[in-house]
């Protein structure tokens, strides 16, 4: 039988399928601080703090769609399809409750051991992301987050600790979700508000910079704890096209991607980019980069570059008479040649093979595309079925490009894990509505519902489609 290599599976996180937010000794997280409804976005965006938020709101990820209690049937649904992999993340305060203990909780990993062995029962490659939008609320209390420098010891002996306990189980692991997201939204990407008096921008880079050494230092610490695995940096990328040929626009589109890629630079490289350094310095911004944090990153770079794609982004100077409603953290402006989703953002197969060339040429590291999809409102019908063929040929587009990508283009890619694997609770607006899976769970918006699965028709299509593919 032919032994295939490419990694073909689907994707989910934690903080949005798990639930059971205090069973098994797990401690609080930012993500149980973020509700559904008319607050989310001011508290994902660090501009309003989680505690001003009136009481009685509702918040999605205490029970999400229960994949604690559900991760055997859910699994062998995931092994029903032919996946060959899927990308989970670990909830930090699972495994250290407040973030503090010099102890693991070992319900904890005890958990994310039965869940691993179930995936190599059924031959699925396990990819792990260490932090994906999640940080203990004990870290928050204790240090801000992500805005003290002590978060990198407590993120070091964190992933020491996964490391050492599911060694040669685990091959490959993410250090941070979509590093990227903390410009965009501060609270959810990195547990940080900014209050104030404080310098935006000043909070996010220094934050993004303790986030960037403690890459580093887990991706030393992975190669002394076991040298077979790898390790990579993840971005929610997307190329930022220029609106016109107007040099305005293209300069606006290139600092755009300058910014986006400025994560890859240093983790990759190992170096920050030129153009931040100057910035930093004129616009007075402190950042806390010392002489052994220059050495750390520079060591340590990553072995693979993941990312997600969902839409490219486009870019122009003066956006005074155009759309900028793109529905999307990244910003921009609506592109006039694009289709869009139900919730605006923007349908661009073709950017998928603009942006996997932009991040070889400047990287040349093996690239893993570990989120895509589409979200959509799915209709269960009557009898039990989901017609979701919008997301089928969402898919399929994305899926044609990237082959085309790796054939002509000569692009490495290690393997394509779909957002998402079952339905979960939307990141951005905290909904159930926004549906991404292959696989339906019955809950609604406000948390009402059976949780039961239901395979979709993408389900089956993607289910025939891994078993045809020669690669
Ligand atoms: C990425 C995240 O931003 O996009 C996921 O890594 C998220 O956590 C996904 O769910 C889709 O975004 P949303 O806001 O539609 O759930």
């Known amino acids: 039988m032919k032994k295939h290599k490419f990694l073909w599976g689907g994707a989910t996180a934690a903080n949005q399928v798990e639930g059971a937010y205090q069973e098994g000794g797990r401690g609080l997280s930012n993500i149980d601080l973020l509700p559904y409804g008319e607050y989310r976005l001011a508290v994902a965006q660090g501009k309003m703090h989680y505690s001003e938020v009136p009481e009685g709101a509702y918040y999605p990820s205490y029970e999400a769609i229960d994949f604690y209690n559900n991760y055997k049937e859910d699994i062998r649904m995931l092994a029903d399809l032919g996946m060959r992999a899927y990308r989970f993340s670990i909830s930090w305060s699972r495994i250290y409750p407040t973030g503090l203990e010099n102890k693991p909780n070992e319900e904890g990993l005890r958990f994310y051991e039965s869940v691993i062995g179930e995936l190599l029962k059924y031959n699925i490659e396990p990819i792990v992301t260490i932090s994906h939008f999640d940080v203990p609320k004990g870290l928050m209390d204790a240090f801000e987050s992500w805005k003290s420098r002590k978060m990198i010891a407590m993120y070091e002996k964190y992933a020491m600790t996964l490391f050492e306990r599911f060694k040669g189980k685990v091959k490959y692991w993410i250090t941070f979700n979509e590093i990227n997201m903390i410009l965009h939204k501060p609270f959810t990407g990195a547990a940080i508000t900014v209050s104030e008096g404080e310098d935006r921008e000043e909070v996010i880079y220094n934050a993004a910079h303790y986030e960037m050494v403690a890459s580093a230092l887990a991706t030393k610490r992975l190669r002394e704890i076991d040298p077979d695995a790898k390790i990579g940096a993840m971005l929610a990328a997307g190329d930022y096209y220029p609106y016109s040929s107007n040099p305005e626009?293209?300069?606006?589109?290139?600092?755009?991607?300058?910014?986006?890629?400025?994560?890859?630079?240093?983790?990759?490289?190992g170096e920050y980019p030129r153009?931040?350094?100057?910035?930093?310095?004129?616009?007075?911004?402190?950042?806390?980069?010392?002489?052994?944090d220059q050495n750390i990153l520079k060591e340590n770079t990553v072995d693979y570059i993941s990312f997600s794609y969902y839409a490219s982004r486009t870019s122009k100077a003066d956006t005074t008479?155009?759309?900028?409603?793109?529905?999307?953290?990244?910003?921009?402006?609506?592109?006039?040649?694009?289709?869009?989703?139900?919730?605006g953002w923007m349908i661009d197969p073709l950017g998928l093979r603009i942006v996997m060339n932009s991040i070889w040429d400047r990287y040349q590291k093996p690239l893993f595309l570990v989120e895509n999809g589409l979200g959509a409102r799915d209709i269960l019908e009557e009898d039990e079925r989901v017609h979701d063929e919008y997301r089928i040929a969402y898919l399929k587009e994305h899926i044609d490009t990237l082959l085309l990508t790796m054939k002509e283009d000569g692009v490495p890619l290690l393997g394509f894990t779909m957002w998402s694997a079952i339905d979960l609770v939307s990141s951005s607006g905290g909904e159930m509505g926004k549906r991404y899976g292959l696989i339906y769970v019955d809950k609604d918006n406000n948390g009402k519902g059976t949780l039961r699965r239901i395979k979709k028709d993408s389900y089956e299509w993607f289910k025939a489609f891994l078993a045809s593919s020669d690669i």
């Open 275 to 292: 153009w931040a350094l100057n910035r930093f310095k004129k616009r007075g911004i402190h950042v806390d980069i010392t002489v052994e």
């Open 249 to 269: 626009d293209v300069r606006e589109a290139q600092k755009a991607n300058q910014e986006t890629f400025f994560f890859l630079d240093v983790q990759s490289r």
């Open 321 to 343: 008479d155009v759309d900028t409603n793109t529905g999307n953290a990244a910003g921009g402006v609506v592109n006039p040649y694009l289709e869009r989703s139900e919730w």
